[in-house]
């Protein structure tokens, strides 16, 4: 079945804490993005990556991290967790940034 | 699941009538729009979407609406059935991609029987 998978689904924190929401696609796409969604506020794009070794900071990068060392994954990397990064976080990927983007179930981080 | 947002604006159709879902933007530069529907527990589900160059795109049981001259997005949803109540919510970019995109806060449609 062709989908994107986020892990954890859900995951409390601590400030300061580093932690790594992973994502991974199966259908050899080669755009992902990472988003996260806030009451209010709408989607809001943090990273995205046009293909292997390449990535462009979104909207709202600050305090977070990507690496896209292979195709398939395009983990979330927050280095030192803060409170205003509690948030419902998605992974998308597509074909090209032209192309209808699927999204993953999303990752519910909470951080005290 | 995950709460999408607190407050929405809430669109109540009964089963059967058709539904329309407005979305108004701010950028007149933008040139690519797409309709997203979220259920509870899930991520955004690309619906349609529709270019600048065109006012009109209909897909199945959908039909998106663009209004550049009023800066005005719309979703209509035919025949509206139970599996449609979720939150939708517009997105437009003035890239002509889906790379930079600005979403919408979206409304919740109730279906009801």
């Known amino acids: 079945e062709a989908q994107v998978t986020q892990n954890p689904r859900y995951l409390i924190t601590v400030t300061g804490k580093k932690l790594t929401v992973t994502c991974s696609q199966n259908?050899?796409?080669?755009?992902m993005s990472w988003y996260r969604q806030d009451p209010g506020l709408g989607l809001r794009q943090i990273y995205y990556?046009?293909?292997?070794?390449?990535?462009d900071k979104g909207d709202v990068p600050e305090g977070y991290k990507v690496s896209r060392k292979e195709k398939r994954n395009f983990p979330l990397i927050l280095e030192s967790p803060s409170p205003n990064q509690t948030s419902l976080y998605f992974c998308?990927?597509?074909?090209?940034?032209?192309?209808?983007?699927?999204f993953g179930p999303g990752t519910r981080l909470t951080v005290t | 699941g995950e709460s999408v947002g607190l407050h929405l604006p809430t669109l109540s159709v009964q089963e059967g009538d058709n539904s329309i879902i407005n979305c108004a933007y701010s950028?007149?530069?933008?040139?690519?729009f797409i309709w997203y529907k979220q259920e509870s527990g899930k991520g955004p589900q690309f619906i349609i979407d529709?270019?600048?160059?065109?006012d009109k795109r209909q897909g199945q049981r959908v039909t998106v609406l663009l209004n550049k001259t009023v800066k005005h997005l719309s979703l209509q949803i035919a025949a509206t059935q139970p599996g449609d109540s979720a939150v939708y919510f517009c997105?437009?970019?003035?890239?002509?991609?889906?790379?930079?995109?600005?979403f919408g806060t979206g409304t919740r449609l109730q279906v009801t029987l």
């Open positions: 259908m050899n796409h080669e755009y």
């Open positions: 990556s046009m293909n292997v070794e390449v990535t």
């Open positions: 998308a990927s597509s074909f090209g940034d032209s192309d209808e983007q699927y």
């Open positions: 950028n007149s530069a933008s040139d690519y």
């Open positions: 997105a437009e970019t003035d890239t002509g991609t889906a790379s930079k995109l600005t």
């Open positions: 529709i270019r600048s160059n065109m």
